[in-house]
């Protein structure tokens, strides 16, 4: 071998030592960050050194790109973090038997301090991390809540925490793709049984009050007709309610094209 393919060769090593070191501390970061036991605080002293998780980053930037490292955090840290905060949810469900004051106190936690603690690590990523702050909700939504079974509990017009309804209402205005994924339909779905009224993807939801009161012979000639779950679907009737159906089309339009950071 030359001696110019021996340089690069040990470059190449050097340089995939560095990455998988870097990325080996940022997952213990991470790990540490999004399990709010009381057993961690200890791990969170000696783990949690901001400045050196900084420089890993910047490590990482010099040898590869923002995009790639984004996507790796993606693919590979959050998947690896979001399995161990869905754990640690799961143990306290098995004490308190209650999901939706689990995930209210997990949700609290991961958005008042872990979401900003994981953001800053990425600091020097410049503007980029507030694409981590959004990567991190999404892992959340599709790791953490759509896999607790929170759909089978989860009743129309349930009396619940802030913490819930501000989980929900945090998690719609990330848009991640057009038309709707899946997942976010599915997202919407829960939203709209807790938060009323509510212009979403499918329309305006009214309150749940207005879908309780009964029908009298002057309220069937003015409402439009409402599916199960009280989504107006079609108006028709005066020319005042014809006149506000419009605009609520118009809302929902300018939100399905808009892009949302809470």
Known sequence: MSDAKKIASSKAKSSSAIRNESWKYIQKYVNVLVNNDENNNDKRVYVLKLDVANEKVRNLLKLDQPKEILDYYRNTILNLGMIVLRFSIEEKRKKLKDILCCLSDAW?????TTLHEIMAIFIPLGDLVFEVRNITLLAFRDLVLLKTGIEAVLENGQNISPHIKQMFIVLASIHESKPASENYMRLEALTVKVVRPY????????????????????RSSLSPPRSPNGLVTEHRGSAFNQEVHASFLTVTRNMSKARFEP
């Open 108 to 112: 609290d936690y991961f958005y008042s």
């Open 199 to 218: 212009i979403g993807v499918k329309g305006y939801y009214p309150p749940f009050d207005e879908i309780k009161v009964s029908s009298s012979s002057t």
